[in-house]
Every structure is written in C-alpha cells, then in structure tokens.
T-cell receptor, first 114, second 110 residues
Framework: AQSVTQLDSHVSVSEGTPVLLRCNYS??????LFWYVQHPNKGLQLLLK??????LVKGINGFEAEFKKSETSFHLTKPSAHMSDAAEYFC????????????FGQGTELSVKP | NAGVTQTPKFQVLKTGQSMTLQCAQD?????MYWYRQDPGMGLRLIYY???????DKGEVPNGYNVSRLNKREFSLRLESAAPSQTSVYFC?????????FGPGTRLLVL
C-alpha cells in the first residue's frame, strides 16, 4: 500500500529565505508524486508532479522538488520565500492501479514573516 | 472554461436534515471524486467515479451517497446529516493522474 508522511505540520520562514517542506513516501511500486497548494479558503492547486521522468521537477511559482528513491523522499523547495507563498501544502502519492485515486499527506502549513 | 464548480459554497444544516452537494466539470474528464477535509487530516476520499455510470467507495463513505448523473456532473448526498459531517467538501476531476479541484463547500451541521 502507498502512503505519504509530511514531516512538519508547520514551517515558518522569513521573506527572502529558502523554503524546505519535507515529504517521505512509501510505495511498493514506482510512484507518481505530487505537491498541491491550498491558499486560505480556496481549493487545491497543482504545484508540480513527478511521473518517473527527470528526478528534479520544476513547478509553478519557483517551486521544485527532487525525487530520491534511495531516501524515499520528495521534498519541496524554493530558493526565496514570498509573502504570497503562505498557504498549506500537501504531498500526494497516486494509488497504484486504483483508477487515479490519490493519497494525501496531512499537510504542512507554511507561514512567511515579513 | 470554468474547470470544476461546486454549489453551494456554504451551508448550515440541522442534525437529521438532508442535502445534496453539486459538482460539475467542463474538462471532459472521465473520473470524478468527492473528498472531505478536516483539520490535521489532509483530504480523505469519500466516493469516486472512474467513468460515467460507475461509482465506488473511498476511505470514508459511511453516511454519504453519490450519483454520477452524466459525464459532467457528480453529486454527493447526505441523507441524514450528523455533526461529524461538519467539514469542507471538495470535488475533483481527472483525465489521467492529475486531479483538478473545485473551490469547496463548507458544511456546518448543528
């Protein structure tokens, strides 16, 4: 069975400093992995996805994530945080051979201080 | 192209009342999903529909029913609402693996 664990429930950074949101996954198969972002009182928006092509995946708004099979990790990074990045971020794995079902992590709330 | 739309945006119910949450997508996707979001628990799948005419239970289906009315529309029904169903409900659709989400319905059951 697949699962994801987001290692931090809350991360706080200062504007202009790097962002690191950590995610570990568990999968018996080569997984498809996603990061979604949810701004307050909004729906979820896809940031980026990994589907077994390049291990470094670039997404929208300057975010990127690196798939590391040896560490079973898919951490999300951004070199310089902006106030508009404050949101909740979800690491997600696609359930293998189950009609496109997704399995969500519990979420990491990112705060950005001026 | 509106993507995924949901109605209503917000609803208050009394325990025992029924209601239907509506979802529609205009991206010609085969698969549609209903999730609930509760604090600290991420999103949990209630029901999904892999194609028109089929529906399957997800992780937390108890107390809910669904109807895949046609390719565009997928509704979620609460027959007898309970306070434990207070949550934010999201509908999503997908063509392959990437899911696209609606703006959500906030439901409060008193």
């Amino acid at each position: 069975a697949q699962s994801v664990t987001q290692l931090d429930s809350h991360v706080s950074v200062s504007e202009g400093t790097p962002v690191l949101l950590r995610c570990n996954y568990s999968s018996s198969y080569s997984p498809s992995l996603f990061w979604y972002v949810q701004h307050p009182n909004k729906g979820l928006q896809l940031l980026l996805k990994y589907t077994s092509a390049a291990t470094l995946v670039k997404g929208i708004n300057g975010f990127e994530a690196e798939f590391k099979k040896s560490e079973t990790s898919f951490h999300l990074t951004k070199p310089s945080a902006h106030m508009s990045d404050a949101a909740e971020y979800f690491c997600v794995v696609s359930a293998y051979n189950q009609g496109g079902k997704l399995i969500f992590g519990q979420g990491t709330e990112l705060s950005v201080k001026p | 192209n509106a993507g995924v739309t949901q109605t209503p945006k917000f609803q208050v119910l009394k325990t025992g009342q029924s209601m239907t949450l509506q979802c529609a997508q205009d991206m010609n996707h085969n698969s549609m999903y209903w999730y609930r979001q509760d604090p600290g628990m991420g999103l949990r799948l209630i029901y999904y529909s892999a194609s028109e005419g089929t529906t399957d239970k997800g992780e937390v289906p108890n107390g809910y029913n669904v109807s895949r009315l046609n390719k565009r529309e997928f509704s979620l029904r609460l027959e007898s609402a309970a306070p434990s169903q207070t949550s934010v409900y999201f509908c999503a659709s997908s063509a392959v693996e990437t899911q696209y989400f609606g703006p959500g319905t906030r439901l409060l059951v008193l």
